[in-house]
Antibody, heavy 120, light 109 residues
Framework: EVQLVESGGGLVQPGGSLRLSCAASGFTFSSYAMSWVRQAPGKGLEWVSAISGSGGSTYYADSVKGRFTISRDNSKNTLYLQMNSLRAEDTAVYYC?????????????WGQGTMVTVSS | EIVMTQSPATLSVSPGERATLSCRASQSVSSNLAWYQQKPGQAPRLLIYGASTRATGIPARFSGSGSGTEFTLTISSLQSEDFAVYYCQQYNNWPPPWTFGQGTKVEIK
């Protein structure tokens, strides 16, 4: 079964840091680009970041550029999101998602999400 | 950035009726358009990709159409499990960002 399981969310103070993880199983992880998508409470979906299968290419939304870093460890089938200088507006459920094929494809598999709350 | 606009924001439909949801892109996205369904407390689920191709396991009552800037998701006969929020997303933009519509909530009339 193809599965994505996020972890690492929690409560953090403004200006703090957090690292999210997404464990993948059921598919050849290194063959697929991966992404993070977030959803603020009661709001819609916002794409955050993406990374190629090899990890050599990364992309970020302007709202997180310079503060968040996406990475992956293909030997561990795990995707990461390092979040620094967190702000209240980063409060959201963070989902990892798998591209169906190439970059020009939809997100065909999603994890269950992990909640990040930025508050003092 | 390509802006995706969905209408209506809320759609009230009786079970068994047809639901038609719209999504408009601020510039052409060709057929690089997906629809997702999200139920409360759950992750989004891919319904349609390539504007009109159903994802694996999606019932035939869901259909997508359109290209360029105008897209439609139709649910031919609403079942109780179909009441949810639906999002469209374009993945044509290069380089990113890939963008989502604000969602349409389909509720029981």
């Amino acid at each position: 079964e193809v599965q994505l399981v996020e972890s690492g969310g929690g409560l953090v103070q403004p200006g703090g840091s957090l690292r999210l993880s997404c464990a993948a199983s059921g598919f050849t992880f290194s063959s697929y680009a991966m992404s993070w998508v977030r959803q603020a409470p009661g709001k819609g979906l916002e794409w955050v970041s993406a990374i190629s299968g090899s990890g050599g290419s990364t992309y970020y939304a302007d709202s997180v550029k310079g503060r968040f870093t996406i990475s992956r460890d293909n030997s561990k089938n795990t995707l990461y999101l390092q979040m620094n200088s967190l702000r209240a507006e980063d409060t959201a459920v963070y989902y990892c998602a798998k591209f169906g094929g190439s970059w020009t494809d939809a997100f065909d598999i999603w994890g269950q999400g992990t909640m990040v709350t930025v508050s003092s | 950035e390509i802006v995706m606009t969905q209408s209506p924001a809320t759609l009230s439909v009786s079970p068994g009726e047809r639901a038609t949801l719209s999504c408009r892109a601020s510039q052409s996205v060709s057929s690089n358009l997906a629809w997702y369904q999200q139920k409360p407390g759950q992750a989004p689920r891919l319904l349609i990709y390539g504007a009109s191709t159903r994802a694996t396991g999606i019932p035939a009552r869901f259909s997508g159409s359109g290209s360029g800037t105008e897209f439609t998701l139709t649910i031919s006969s609403l079942q109780s499990e179909d009441f949810a929020v639906y999002y469209c997303q374009q993945y044509n933009n290069w380089p990113p960002p890939w963008t989502f519509g604000q969602g349409t909530k389909v509720e029981i009339k």
